[in-house]
């Protein structure tokens, strides 16, 4: 079955730098991506995806870059703030078979 | 539209006993994923139910098993608990293999 390794486990960045999170999968044939982030207490929520088709996405701060080659996918913050400390998890799917999460990014946001 | 709404927040029960949670999913989504969140272990699949049908099923032992209604909503059940078994268990509903949207969450707390 699907393997996701995350890292790092924990990321302290100063406010206002860029933030960036590694993910590597296991099966060639995933084709979605997404990451999640998830705030003290709170459930995770939906920040970006990426499908295979493509190798990159942004959304404002936020961009994902897949390289299907490697296996890996990484979450970009640029001019990161306090409210973007968070846990944050990437998973990975083929198809509709089931989600596999990574096991998180403790991301502190240094004022 | 009302998001994902899971019953009970808050459980406490003593070992050897059995518990049910519940997962109301967004109008619309036929698709319910459990998953089990601990600290250090990220989010781990339990199962998913798509159409009544368990679609797909993670790693855990037969003491947890789902089911899914007519209305898509969906009951987890774990019997024997083990204190181990105490955890954050979150629902996630999606379309279709899509965007997966998160409950709260349901803490469960074995003593």
């Known amino acids: 079955g699907e393997n996701v390794e995350q890292h790092p486990s924990t990321l302290s960045v100063q406010e206002g730098d860029s933030a960036v999170i590694k993910c590597t999968y296991s099966?060639?044939?995933?084709?979605?991506f997404p990451w999640y982030k998830q705030e003290l207490g709170k459930r995770p929520q939906l920040i970006i995806d990426i499908r295979s088709n493509v190798g990159e996405k942004k959304d404002q701060r936020i961009a994902v870059t897949l390289n299907k080659t490697a296996k890996h996918f990484s979450l970009h913050i640029t001019e990161t703030q306090p409210e973007d400390s968070a846990v944050y998890f990437c998973?990975?799917?083929?198809?509709?078979?089931?989600?596999?999460f990574g096991t998180g990014t403790r991301l502190t946001i240094i004022p | 539209k009302a998001g994902v709404t899971q019953t009970p927040r808050y459980l406490i029960k003593t070992r050897g006993q059995q518990v049910t949670l519940s997962c109301s999913p967004i109008?619309?989504?036929?698709?319910v994923s459990w998953y089990q969140q601990t600290p250090g272990q990220g989010l781990q699949f339990l199962f998913e139910?798509?159409?009544?049908?368990?679609?797909n099923k993670g790693n855990f032992p037969g003491r947890f098993s789902g089911r899914q209604f007519s209305n898509s909503r969906s009951e987890m059940n774990v019997s024997t608990l083990e204190l181990g078994d105490s955890a954050l268990y979150l629902c996630?509903?999606?379309?279709?293999?899509?965007?997966?949207?998160f409950g709260q969450g349901t803490r469960l707390t074995v003593v």
């Open positions: 099966d060639s044939a995933s084709n979605y």
């Open positions: 109008s619309g989504h036929r698709s």
């Open positions: 998973a990975a799917r083929f198809g509709n078979e089931k989600l596999t």
């Open positions: 996630a509903s999606s379309f279709d293999g899509g965007e997966a949207f």
């Open positions: 139910y798509f159409s009544e049908t368990q679609r």
